[in-house]
């Protein structure tokens, strides 16, 4: 049995926040009561910003190409705190340091660290660290996670890490905060780009330990950690330490991992009327701006006239995420929002080889973990790759621990609460240097207690009831 959920489509995989700019009004397709209405969702979601001057996020002038990943650019020692909801006893600070993407190409990216109260005992030098890779937020410059005033996944992620004593470095992902080169020239965001974000996720590592070497050292313990976008991205992190290793790594936590964007989109229009293919159906012009960033030549050519000036001529102006992006595209059909398989194209093809976590060697012990009622990333996309990945580790013989964990009647932010009990410990144990796992795989499934009398949704804001059925958009914070 299920329990009741609550389908808020098409709000595309999670995410929110935005910077209002211009009125969007040289729309032809949406026409004064949608501009309105869209203007209105905007101008609330940026109430939700910490602050509306993106000054931080300039890309300083000390940025060069030539800079080494993991270099530090700016360092805002303790950010004010007083326009966020952050629990009382934790402190934060923001920095600007240089990423690279898959093609080598140095970029500045913008991160927040959040201090605990006091760090937890750990027998390593200096404060244990979580590298938090957040969920969807958007592709655009006002979707930076560490300008939302919760930080966008608050007590489910970051504030519980920190409230039990861990430093948590978050990356905001090249494009998002930091959208300008110096030189004026834009700076993309690869939606579900796995291995891109694990990069940023990387490299703040490295940034972070060299804004504050006094208590994030060199070697000290870390593990990473991610969900959705961020489960992807930490998949491909622990691919990362393969070839390219951080000391201190203890291990890796992914969270609903997407791991073949594009073969699942390809899936959905031959089950259209399930509800997980709606939510990846409009997705399309975010995945068409993701391969546009990582291939500017291709110059989203997969939107229609319609998505083309929705995208540009209303979310675009007014530097919109989710809720935002929900509204921009409300009334746009299925037929409207991308044209038909764009996804086959060379480009397109070549773009879900890169993005692709999942099925290649890794460094664990990496923990898994789904919910068995996810419409975002089903569980089957997640437990595909890992069936085929445990197979490669058992012809292969690596010697690395994996487990897929599922929880039964749970969707998509859900699961996050709902494993607490697993990953909050797991990742204690690797810190303090606890025996791993052993190696090889393994699958455990938990069934839930009187899960067909909780509400639940998809998205990231658990208040039910706090918002109407005509402003559903608003569950997208």
């Known amino acids: 049995m299920l329990s009741r959920f609550r389908f808020l489509l098409p ?10 700019a211009a009125c ?10 949608c501009l309105e209405t869209v203007q209105n969702g905007n101008s609330w979601e940026t109430d939700q910003h910490a602050s509306h001057d993106f000054s931080f996020y300039e890309a300083p002038s000390n940025f060069s190409s030539k800079l080494s990943p993991g270099s530090i650019l700016t360092v805002e020692p303790v950010t004010e705190l007083a326009n966020y909801s952050i629990p009382s006893g934790l402190t934060m600070s923001r920095i600007i340091y240089a990423t690279n993407d898959q093609n080598g190409t140095t970029l500045p990216a913008s991160a927040y660290i959040l201090w605990p ?26 979707c930076a996670p560490s300008n939302y005033r919760n930080l966008q996944y608050h007590f489910q992620a970051p504030f519980a890490l920190a409230l039990q004593g861990m ?13 300008t080169l110096p030189n004026g020239q834009k700076i993309g965001h690869p939606w579900l780009n796995g291995p891109a974000q694990a990069n940023d996720l990387a490299n703040a590592i490295l940034a972070a330990r060299k804004a504050f070497p006094s208590v994030l ?11 959705s976008q961020g489960g992807g991205a930490t998949w491909a992190f622990a691919e990362k330490q393969v070839k390219e290793p951080i000391a201190g790594y203890k291990g890796s936590v992914a969270i609903a991992p997407p791991t073949r964007t594009i073969d699942h989109l390809k ?27 990582a291939f500017p030549a291709y110059n989203y050519t997969g939107l229609t006239s319609v998505s083309y000036d929705r995208w540009f001529n209303v979310l675009e102006p007014l530097d919109g995420c989710l809720p935002t992006d929900t509204l921009a595209f409300t009334n746009v059909t299925t037929d409207e929002l991308a044209v038909p398989n764009w996804y086959d194209t060379p480009t397109v093809q070549e773009y879900a080889k890169l993005s692709e976590s999942g099925r290649k060697q890794f460094k664990g012990p990496l923990l898994i973990l789904s919910g068995e009622a996810d419409i975002v990333v089903p569980l089957d996309t997640v437990e595909s790759a890992v069936d085929d990945t445990c197979t490669m580790l058992k012809q292969e013989h690596w010697n690395e621990s994996l487990e897929l964990v599922t929880y039964s009647a749970m969707d998509h932010f859900p699961s996050i609460q709902a494993s607490q009990m697993k990953w909050l410990p797991w990742i204690k144990d690797r810190l303090t240097g606890a025996p791993a796992p052993k190696a090889g795989c393994a699958k455990n499934a938990v069934n839930g207690f009187r899960t067909d009398d909780t509400f639940q949704t998809a998205y990231p804001n658990f208040l039910e009831g706090w918002a109407s059925v005509e402003e559903s958009w608003k569950y997208g914070l």
């Open 11 to 20: 709000i595309a995989i999670i995410g929110t926040g935005a910077s209002i």
């Open 24 to 33: 969007a009004d040289t729309s032809s397709t949406c026409d004064a009561p």
């Open 117 to 142: 109260y006091t760090p937890f005992e750990t027998t390593g030098k200096g404060y244990p660290m979580v590298a938090w890779a957040h969920g969807t937020s958007g592709v655009l410059r006002g």
């Open 167 to 179: 430093v948590v470095v978050a990356p905001d992902y090249a494009g998002l905060g930091v959208d």
């Open 217 to 227: 050292t060199a070697n000290g313990p870390f593990v990473a950690m991610g969900h």
């Open 267 to 293: 899936n959905a229009f031959s089950n259209i009327t399930e509800p997980w293919a709606q939510v990846i159906i409009a997705g399309q012009p975010k995945l068409i701006a993701a391969v546009t960033a």
